[in-house]
């Protein structure tokens, strides 16, 4: 399945800002990303004969625009931390010891992860209350930050730092990909008609891909808007501001030492020196990261 192409690993949580990196990636030149689903049934081998998925399905889970997963040179895979066909600690082992991948991790404040859960099972999911559960996020915090230490290879990256150079930086110069030529969808998958773009609500400023024919808006995976544009960074400063709280910031520090904890409270996530901060921190607690089972937060269901 893997061959010998190149592996992008994206690790990160859920809410953390992946499908918009996985999004990045995917278009960019020679690599085909897939969904986060189809990657979780990824077996951490290079050996097809323990993948579970079949060719066809494997073609099926190829982010949008498609493309055709056979003749691309990079594969990416999303979220695989929270694999289903095999312990974390298997992708954590695969990963240190396969010498043509990569692997990001990527972080956001955990204050915006649990408004962005709160927010989804209030207005979307109201079975998932798993996601209201502090104490839970905290110790996938704990899980990705010593998967994190294992793997000293892995570039460090921050969801809001993203939103300043909307990761060129990580895409060129870290990842040594292409994003030039990146391409969003112009023509509806399902009928061929050519895109339009409208609003989505009253609420939602942004315009969105939308295809007049099918009367349907065009997204890709995780509610990603192709026509995305990171220029209100006000709004998401004032939320940010506003999602600060003292009883999970006593749950952080807990779960997972002061100084992660304080990176985050002190902005570290919007600099460049952010990732170099985190890995350092990560480094100073080697004792702490070592003793984590990775094998505790499997899916945060
Ligand atoms: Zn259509």
Same mark, same amino acid.
């Given at each position: 399945m893997l061959g010998n192409r190149r592996l992008i690993s994206i690790l990160g949580l859920s809410k953390g800002g992946t499908n918009h990196l996985a999004q990045c990636v995917h278009a960019c030149q020679d690599v085909v990303g897939l969904t986060e689903s189809a990657s979780r049934l990824m077996h951490p081998t290079r050996d097809d004969h323990r993948q579970i998925l079949t060719p066809e399905? $494997?073609?099926? /889970?190829?982010?949008?625009?498609? *493309?055709? #997963?056979?003749? $691309?040179?990079? %594969? &990416?895979?999303? *979220?695989?931390?929270? +694999?289903?066909?095999?312990?974390?600690? !298997? =992708? !954590?082992?695969?990963? !240190?010891?396969?010498?043509?991948?990569?692997?990001? $991790?990527?972080?956001?404040?955990?204050?915006? $992860?649990?408004?962005?859960?709160?927010?989804? %099972?209030? +207005? +979307? *999911?109201?079975?998932?209350?798993a996601w209201l559960n502090a104490h839970k996020l905290a110790r996938e915090i704990l899980e990705l930050l010593a998967m994190t230490w294992r793997l000293p290879n892995a570039v460090i990256a921050f969801h809001e730092h993203g939103l300043t150079d909307h990761y060129r930086d990580l895409l060129v110069n870290r990842l040594g990909l292409d994003p030039s030529a990146a391409v969003q969808p112009d023509r509806c998958q399902t009928c061929g008609t050519a895109l339009d773009q409208r609003r989505r609500s009253r609420d939602d @400023? &942004?315009? =969105?891909? #939308?295809? @007049? +024919?099918?009367?349907?808006?065009?997204?890709?995976? /995780?509610?990603y808007n192709y026509l995305r544009k990171e220029d209100d960074l006000n709004a998401y400063r004032a939320q940010e501001a506003d999602a600060r709280s003292d009883d999970l910031i006593k749950i952080l520090r807990d779960a997972v030492g002061d100084t992660p904890t304080d990176l985050f409270l002190d902005g570290a996530h919007w600099s460049n020196d952010g990732p170099d901060a985190l890995r350092t921190a990560l480094d100073g607690d080697a004792d702490r990261w070592r003793s984590v089972p990775l094998n505790e937060i499997l899916y945060p269901y």
């Open positions: 399905a $494997v073609q099926a /889970g190829v982010l949008k625009p498609t *493309k055709p #997963f056979g003749q $691309v040179g990079i %594969v &990416s895979v999303n *979220k695989i931390n929270y +694999t289903l066909v095999a312990y974390p600690e !298997a =992708w !954590a082992q695969f990963l !240190a010891n396969d010498d043509n991948s990569s692997t990001v $991790v990527l972080l956001r404040n955990p204050m915006m $992860v649990h408004r962005s859960r709160t927010r989804y %099972v209030n +207005t +979307t *999911k109201p079975q998932r209350t @400023p &942004s315009a =969105w891909l #939308f295809c @007049p +024919t099918c009367e349907r808006f065009i997204e890709g995976e /995780g509610s």
